[in-house]
């Protein structure tokens, strides 16, 4: 499995890049991103799916509704309001700007939905060089969906998010089994850095230079660090599901790190937090 997918390698059309199921090797996450200027007809087929504006502002025609996105100018500047489609609907996006679409099959189909952007908890995680911002769009406390997790995390230039590593790939106590996509943006055209390692048992072994529209696949094993270089803030998209039969985010830190967390008792947030404002 090719977990590292460099932004154009898996462009279809209008849509860059597009994660399946198939195409990733597992058995529920996808995504898709879509540059729009006009309309683009979208088959949700058996996933349920978000509309989630990155840059500009949409409509979605779905199941003889309308939902009028007002989104946001890019992802470092406000949270943005987004619309859930069911599985098995045939959904017309129309308007101009970049929407990630992101997915996960279910066999349940629930209502089309409009998700406000003032519905959507910010929470600002970490301290010191730990600190990031996380939108909590479609999580269980937050949205409903069957089996679709959705947040968004921003990292201020220098600090390291998704940290102390952790993993999700376990039915126990206190852990889910979750696949997972990253899906990042840089600001100012930048880079980052993104870790990802295993085990003995199920290795993998992923440190990859991220850009722009660039995808990490995570199908198990410790991940983390993601690294925002200095004088470029660093954006990602998380997209999370898996067969489990509790729709729960529930993760282990690597022990040999967990330690790091209680740095934070005596270290404050970054000043530069929140973006765009948000409170």
Known sequence: MKLYRPAGSTAEGPFDPVITPQSAGWGFCGLRVVNLDGSQSVSTQDSETLVLPLSGSCTVSVDGETFELRGRTGVFDAVTDFAYLPRDVQATITGTGRFALPSARTRKRLPARYGPAEHVPVELRGAGNCSRQVNNYCLPHTFEADQLLVCEVLTPGGNWSSYPPHKHDEAREGESVLEEIYYFEVGRDGMGYQRVYGTSERPIDVLAEVRTG???????????????????????????AGPGPERAWLICDDPAHAWVRQTWESAGVDPRLPFGGTT
Not at 214 to 240: E, K, R, T
């Open 214 to 240: 660039d995808v990490v696949l995570i199908p198990h094993g410790w991940h983390g660090p993601s690294m925002a270089s200095p004088g470029y803030d660093l954006y990602y998209l998380n997209v999370m």
